[in-house]
T-cell receptor, first 112, second 110 residues
């Protein structure tokens, strides 16, 4: 059972544009929602994370929007740059189990 | 501060063999988790260790096992390798601030 659904699978954005990636979860016990960025040959690197007590968190060009009632959260990348081209994963964790449940990933390409 | 170190980076094994992968967590991190990453299944949780005890296990067959040593270093072992075990195996160490992943071990089973 896929507990975190991520869309779109791929995304192409022009330099300077806004990239938006969406995730939806099912398990209401989740209470930690991180986003990871992965480059080829590297492990996922934490970009930004949010907990359900806030609806938005911003760090530099990266913003997480969180909608607890809809069980959805999204990543917004402002002023997208070619260096942002990578695969992005949303994830969720919560309850008694200390494990991340990942979305299927979004391959972002930012055109120069 | 050194990151998470995984060795080896690449491995080629034959079907039926066994393999051991190693992970050294960030100094001070007592929790180590393992994940399998494949194009078809994405990132899937294998198991998590804390203070030498397995606290949580994912939905993988018993051929996949692991352990953690007193210095928090961890190993995972896969026995009787199958072609479908070809994947990137990622280790993550964690604290209250989140998870840090290593660069992974790329295992190819032929």
């Amino acid at each position: 059972q896929q507990q975190v659904k991520q869309s779109p699978q791929s995304l192409i954005v022009q330099k300077g544009g806004i990239s938006i990636i969406n995730c939806a979860y099912e398990n209401t016990a989740f209470d930690y929602f991180p986003w990871y960025q992965q480059f080829p040959g590297k492990g996922p690197a934490l970009l930004i994370a949010i907990r359900p007590d806030v609806s938005e968190k911003k760090e530099g060009r990266f913003t997480i929007s969180f909608n607890k009632s809809a069980k959805q959260f999204s990543l917004h990348i402002m002023d997208s740059q070619p260096g942002d081209s990578a695969t992005y994963f949303c994830a969720a964790e919560g309850g008694s189990a200390r494990q991340l449940t990942f979305g299927s990933g979004t391959q972002l390409t930012v055109l120069p | 501060k050194a990151g998470v170190t995984q060795t080896p980076r690449y491995l080629i094994k034959t079907r039926g063999q066994q393999v051991t992968l190693s992970c050294s967590p960030i100094s001070g991190h007592r929790s180590v988790s393992w994940y399998q990453q494949t194009p078809g299944q994405g990132l899937q949780f294998l198991f998590e260790y804390f203070s030498e005890t397995q606290r949580n296990k994912g939905n993988f067959p018993g051929r996949f096992s692991g352990r953690q040593f007193s210095n928090s270093r961890s190993e995972m072992n896969v026995s009787t390798l199958e072609l479908g075990d070809s994947a990137l195996y990622l280790c993550a160490s964690s604290s209250e601030y989140g998870y840090t992943f290593g660069s992974g071990t790329r295992l190819t089973v032929v």
